[in-house]
């Protein structure tokens, strides 16, 4: 719990979801108005909360703790990797009303940065250092863009060339469609499960990687083995020769020695003179 949650008495349970009331339904809408989708304004904004809860300590202690929430949740939903997701694909309905489908329109034509830029100035209200803090541009930076922001803006609605009117029909815009946020005891869990998730995968695989390595380790060889070296033809030795069949003469010799004594010629015995 930080100073500033002791000193009003909130736990962290109670200061998180005091934050999601008051920022989450309005987020809802202006980050709507970057993306043109409701699904995808509702999923960036709690995101942003989940990570919000994961880094509660951190969060709290910021000077801005809605303006961290708020800058997250547009990252999330100006993320260019959403345009390889199915249910992305394809476009939402648009709003019902002409006037407001042409700002829409005409927002969404605008880069991301330029319409990140004049929702900030022109939407939600924040000054120019301010609006160039969060978007990471220098003021000059963050003054060229709401210029050319609002100026291709009123090229396609002339009506919103007035600052005024521009706020005004931003705001009309974004409380016209129902975007609800769901409950903080929702974000919250879900923000929770899915830190337990990824802490597992994050175990599993240093196991994996511990077990690989001594894998390795241990069948592994310890000492250098040259290679065999491929077997190669002798050159200069005859070729054997298979026998032929015996000539006559050598099966005659071989019959007589069949038929002779098989214990050897006769003893000699010297004669007496």
């Not at 006559?248 to 004594?261: F, G």
């Amino acid at each position: 719990m930080t100073q500033t949650q002791a000193d009003a008495g909130l736990t962290p349970v109670q200061a998180f979801d005091a934050l999601y009331a008051f920022c989450a339904p309005a987020l809802v809408r202006q980050t709507y108005l970057l993306t043109g989708r409701r699904e995808l304004a509702r999923e960036a904004v709690e995101r942003a909360f989940q990570l919000a809860w994961q880094r509660w300590p951190e969060v709290a202690r910021d000077r801005d703790p809605g303006g961290w929430v708020r800058a997250v949740a547009y990252d999330c939903a100006l993320s260019p990797w959403h345009r390889f997701r199915p249910r992305y694909r394809n476009p939402e309905p648009p709003p019902a009303d002409p006037a407001d489908r042409a700002v829409l329109h005409a927002l969404l034509e605008l880069p991301p940065s330029y319409r990140r830029t004049l929702v900030l100035y022109d939407g939600v209200g924040l000054d120019l250092p301010e609006t160039a803090a969060e978007t990471e541009a220098s003021t000059p930076a963050a003054a060229n863009r709401l210029t050319h922001a609002r100026q291709a803006v009123a090229a396609r609605v002339p009506e919103l060339a007035d600052p005024a009117v521009l706020h005004r029909r931003l705001l009309e815009l974004a409380s016209a469609e129902r975007l609800r946020a769901p409950k903080p005891t929702v974000v919250r869990t879900v923000g929770e499960r899915r830190n337990v998730f990824w802490t597992r995968v994050a175990i599993a695989f240093t196991v994996t990687i511990i077990g690989a390595t001594a894998l390795t380790l241990r069948t592994a060889p310890t000492h250098y083995e040259p290679p065999v070296a491929p077997a190669e033809a002798v050159a200069g030795v005859p070729p054997r020769v298979a026998p032929g069949p015996l000539s006559p003469a050598v099966q005659a010799l071989r019959t007589k020695l069949s038929k002779s004594e098989r214990s050897g010629p006769e003893r000699l015995v010297p004669l007496a003179r």
